[in-house]
Every structure is written in C-alpha cells, then in structure tokens.
C-alpha cells in the first residue's frame, strides 16, 4: 500500500533565500515536485516559463479565478500569483510529494485550504542578514528593498501558525533540515501504511 | 541561546529491535544520552550495570517508589522496572535530548506526565518477522515467546498514541529515520529559539 504524498509549504520573508532552499531539495529528492505558479509579473532574468512560474496575461488569470481553479491567489506589488489546484491534488493522490514555495501571504491562505499541509518558514539567522541578501540580489529598487524591509517584521511575527522554522544560515544546513522534515512527516502515524488494516481513517485524525 | 533538550520515547513491541535502533542513534547522535532505567530483573548476559540497567534489589526499588523518583513504573513479568525523573529533567535544563527506551505500557504512562514527549513506535514489517526475530533471539522460554506474541497485537493497538511509526525493516534505514524525526523536531516552531524576543511562552504552545 503506497502512502499518500504530502505537502510541503515553504515559505518565509522575501530574500531569504527559499529559492535556493528548493531548488536543492528538488535537486535531491526524487519524490518531490515543485508546484508551478501561475503568475502575470514579468520574467526576472533566467527565469523559465513552466519551471519557475507559467507566466499567463492578466486576462488568462482572471478567467482562472473564476474558473476557481486557484488554491490561493493574490496581488503583490501590482502583480497576479496563483497556485493552480490541480497538479497539488493530482500528487497527493499518486504518492507524489509536492513543494510549494510561497509567501507569507500565501501561505496563510493555503493553511486555510489545506490545513494538512506541512508549514516550513524558512528564516534568516538576524535583520543585518537578510538586509543584505536583499540588497546583494540586485534584481530590486530601492523603493522595493525598503518596502520589503519593512514587511520582514511583519512576516516574522507569523511564524507561530507554522509547523516548522528552519534558519538559513547554511544554504546545505537549511536544505538538510527541511529533508529531515520530510523523511519525519511520513513517518507520522497519520501518514504510515503499516498494520493499516487494525485503524480506522478516524484513529488517524 | 541555547534550545531546550527534548525527551524521545523509544517504545513498541517486544522483539521488534528498539534496542539496536537504540544503540545506533546513540553511536550518532553526540546531543543524545540514554535514560538509564532501574530495574530488579537479572542482567542478560552481556549486560552491564548503569548502561544497560541500573540493576538493584527489590527493596531498593520499592524505597524509590516511595520516594516518588520514577517517571513511571511498573512490574513485568514479576520484575520491576522504573525511569528515573531526575537525569531526564536534568538533560532538559541542560539542552541535552534524552532516549527512553520503554515498553507500550510504560510509554503509556510517560505519556501522561510528559505530554511534550515525542513518542515513536518502531514496528515490525509484519507479523511473522517478529515471530522470527522473538525466536532467534534465544534468550526466552517459549512460554514468555507465545505470552509475547499474544501481546504484540494489544501492542500494535497502542500505535495511534504514537506521534511517528517506525518500520524497523532494515536497522540503518530505521535508525536515519528517527534521526530525521529527532533532527526535525527540534525545527519546530515551539522548539526554536530564533526571533524569540518576538514571542510569548503563549505563542509557542
């Protein structure tokens, strides 16, 4: 009997590094699928349309909610995002192990749909660090850094609705962690296919 | 600022190896002391006193129940066996984590004064590997072998109280995997220490 998989919500204030953090864990994790966002905002150099975002135009997007066809959506910055349901359904129920990489603001929203998800902030190790990485990443106004700056707090005091808080300090550290994370969450009893024949679906709530 | 020590229960049915994944996590894991149990029952052979047990008389024991020094206690196959309170509430003051191994009943009753255990049940593939593994083991009559065996389902019931299960397959993969879980409670949002000026004692419940 195959388990069903699971999904994993990273997410975590602008510039902390939650890019890398994934990348790495698809990298290494073979039962791990990133969920592609939908998004209307403009491809940032080296990006990929169908692998870091499918890039639609707003009229496509708006047709898309209505449709409901969206776990969460929202506007940042000007700019549509949305998590299409499908593909996170069709893993759950093939055993596939989905990631999703959000922002605070979604990953609020998705608890909220999807309380069986498995919540992970990925944190900075101080306010210097994070100023810097966003600063050092040069994709980002200053007007825009600022405002970020000014979100962090405001995104950190939401780390109690989180299961999970891994500080990046060590890109190979962080990833690590959030693999033990993983290997964990299935051996949860909720999740485990052992003796499944002596429980019912009740004794697994 | 240091993280607080956190309390691993290592229980399950007799036989099914607890006392090798032990071993090995042990071996790994340099943050990790064993609670040494005391007990009245005779050393195995190969035992050593205040590693395996603290083995010590009966009215010694009954004096240490008296003195309300266990975490719990009980009688097993007329011996006693009992976890000392003082070297587990030390190892969490001091930020060391500590590796009970206990039967299910005993877990049981851990479970009642320290619900902040994190509770693991290691399992047998099924039911003919531990009969074989009991068997092979050598050490029992075959009265305790078939009383064991009658035990193991009222055991395997207990799996639901448990917050992981652990199939004990193959002794390194189980073992990873208990040191995944452990690694990743500790990235718990309650267990973190990060941004701690930020949150109440209230907020980490």
Redesign the interface.
């Known amino acids: 009997m195959k388990s069903k998989g699971l999904l994993f919500v990273i997410s975590g204030p602008s510039g902390v590094g939650k890019g890398s953090v994934c990348a790495k864990l698809l990298a290494e994790e073979s039962n791990l699928r990133l969920s592609v966002s939908d998004t209307t905002r403009a491809p940032r150099e080296g990006e990929k349309n169908g692998i870091d975002y499918s890039f639609i135009t707003k009229e496509q997007f708006l047709t898309n909610v209505k449709n409901d066809a969206y776990l969460e959506w929202a506007e940042v910055y000007g700019n549509f995002y949305g998590t299409p349901k499908e593909a996170v359904e069709r893993n759950i129920q093939t055993g596939t192990d989905t990631l999703l990489e959000i922002d605070t603001q979604g990953a609020s929203l998705i608890k909220e749909k999807r309380p069986d998800g498995i919540f992970?902030?990925i944190?900075p190790?101080d306010y210097s660090t994070l100023e810097s990485r966003l600063r050092g990443r040069n994709t980002d106004s200053e007007e825009t850094i600022l405002k970020r700056l000014k979100q962090f707090?405001e995104e950190?005091?939401r780390?109690?609705m989180?299961?999970?808080?891994?500080?990046n300090d060590d890109l190979d550290g962080a990833a690590?962690?959030v693999?033990?994370?993983i290997?964990?969450?299935h051996?949860?009893?909720a999740n485990?296919t052992?003796?499944a024949d002596?429980?019912s679906e009740d004794?697994?709530l």
């Open positions: 992970i902030f944190a190790p707090e950190i005091r780390m109690p989180y299961d999970y808080v891994v500080v690590a962690k693999r033990a994370i290997v964990g969450e051996q949860r009893f485990t052992v003796f002596l429980f004794d697994k």
